[in-house]
């Protein structure tokens, strides 16, 4: 389980601290997993940290921007879904007096997710491989056709194909959305990645993620630099 103090001490220490110096290697490896719903980013998330003794931040991540906002978090998590309804969003301020702002949300989002960075871990989602563009970290993107997605998640027991279908398709969009309006960037850019998987052909993603370990490691030893791939040739 993440220990939220280490948590909380990285992002003190992230406000008061100069920033890193680029290719400042950070205390452990340090991996993003984007990911289309039901192609198995999860799974691999799981199996990485297990097998490379990290902490995984996904929910997390969302409640300690909540905690540095100093406000609900039911309200910061619409936000992350699209940035909010403009109704909700409205009736909340007239309510509450408080404000969160797209910009504050954005910004405290990637100060959480930078000291994440520092800690090392696996990070989940948030556009934490664009925010940790530069950073010493192995950023991936899990991809998955929608069909094979939704049959995956039906041969699971999660629902009917045709159910899980349009949730692939709704969740999908949603997190496409978020990338874009918060970053201005789209979600399926491969060049904002090290490496892509499609795991429709692929059975069992546990050894997807066993054989990820080793370049996790090379990155985080300095023995693979994206610039140097993206030199080449």
């Known amino acids: 389980m993440t220990n939220i103090l280490n948590v909380i001490s990285a992002l003190a220490e992230a406000v008061s601290a100069a920033p890193h110096a680029k290719g400042e290697r950070p205390r452990q490896p340090v991996v993003t997993i984007s990911r289309d719903y039901g192609a198995g980013g999860?799974?691999?998330?799981?199996?990485?940290?297990?097998?490379?003794?990290?902490?995984i931040y996904d929910e997390t991540v969302l409640r300690e921007v909540a905690a540095r906002l100093n406000?609900?978090?039911?309200?910061?998590?619409?936000?992350?879904?699209?940035?909010?309804?403009?109704?909700d969003m409205w009736l909340y301020r007239l309510f509450s007096g408080k404000d969160?702002?797209?910009?504050?949300?954005?910004?405290?989002?990637?100060?959480?997710?930078?000291?994440?960075?520092?800690?090392?871990?696996?990070?989940?989602?948030?556009?934490a491989h664009l925010i940790l563009a530069e950073s010493c970290a192995l950023r991936l993107r899990i991809a998955g056709s929608p069909d094979v997605c939704a049959r995956r998640l039906?041969?699971?027991?999660?629902?009917?194909?045709?159910?899980?279908?349009?949730?692939?398709?709704?969740?999908?969009?949603r997190r496409s959305k978020f990338v874009w309006d918060v970053f201005h960037t789209r979600l399926a850019d491969a060049h904002q990645f090290d490496?892509?998987?499609?795991?429709?052909?692929?059975?069992?993603?546990?050894?997807?993620?066993?054989?990820?370990?080793p370049l996790a490691r090379a990155i985080h030893a300095?023995?693979?630099?994206?610039?140097?791939?993206?030199?080449?040739g």
């Open 154 to 173: 039906a041969a699971a027991g999660d629902g009917e194909y045709e159910a899980m279908l349009a949730k692939v398709n709704e969740i999908n969009h």
């Open 222 to 232: 300095g023995k693979v630099l994206r610039r140097d791939l993206g030199d080449a």
């Open 71 to 87: 406000d609900d978090p039911s309200i910061v998590r619409m936000l992350d879904e699209g940035l909010g309804r403009a109704k």
């Open 42 to 55: 999860e799974v691999i998330a799981q199996r990485l940290a297990e097998r490379l003794g990290l902490p």
């Open 100 to 127: 969160v702002s797209p910009d504050t949300y954005r910004d405290t989002l990637i100060r959480v997710v930078l000291s994440l960075g520092r800690l090392g871990g696996v990070i989940v989602g948030r556009g």
């Open 195 to 213: 490496l892509t998987i499609n795991t429709d052909r692929m059975e069992d993603l546990a050894e997807v993620a066993d054989l990820l370990v």
